[in-house]
């Protein structure tokens, strides 16, 4: 139901710019914001047009924070978009583990504001901290998401940062 409603763009730091390398797939070095934006473009104009917009999830954004040559220029960039392009929705997600001063930059930007936090037990929690113009509950709330489930997703990132982070600290 969702085919042509939904693209991807696959963070690629080896590139100069991007490509279109699927039907709905950009690969792109989102370390630039030049390159951020055309890709973003890109992948939006491989959608069909909905009344409802675009929302543009981004996950793990504090990795671009890691390349001593990008960092700031992407902290001011994505603070920008965050503060400013009301074309389309944004949704971010980072870990406060590392660069914390830096992503408060982004908090203090955005319009909503959410986090998790997970226990030792493997117990996920999540809260509203900030929603613009609505109504909302500031309550903590556990996340119905199972232990495996959690490891699973701990596996992926844990070979994602021990792959990537070294590469974009030479970068």
């Known amino acids: 139901d969702y085919e042509n409603h939904v693209s991807y763009i696959q963070f690629e730091p080896d590139m100069d710019k991007h490509e279109e390398i699927g039907k709905n797939t950009v690969k792109a070095n989102l370390l630039k914001p030049e390159v951020w934006k055309s890709a973003v473009e890109t992948a939006n104009n491989m959608l069909e047009p909905s009344e409802l917009g ?5 996950s793990a954004l504090n990795l671009l924070l890691f390349s001593p040559t990008y960092k700031q220029g992407m ?4 603070t920008e978009v965050i503060k400013s392009d009301k074309s389309k929705s944004y949704i971010f ?8 001063d830096e992503i408060k930059q982004w908090e203090e930007a955005a319009d909503n504001l959410m ?18 113009e609505v109504p909302f509950s500031t309550e ?7 232990e495996k489930q ?9 070979a994602t940062r021990s792959k990537i982070i070294p590469k974009l600290s030479r970068i």
């Open 54 to 58: 675009t929302l543009v999830f981004g």
């Open 93 to 100: 997600s980072v870990s406060t583990s590392a660069f914390a």
């Open 140 to 146: 903590e709330v556990k996340v119905p998401i199972s």
């Open 75 to 78: 902290l001011n960039y994505i």
């Open 115 to 132: 986090f998790t936090r997970m226990e030792d037990n493997m117990s996920l929690f999540f809260s509203v901290c900030r929603m613009k």
């Open 150 to 158: 959690l490891d699973k997703i701990k596996e992926i990132a844990h």
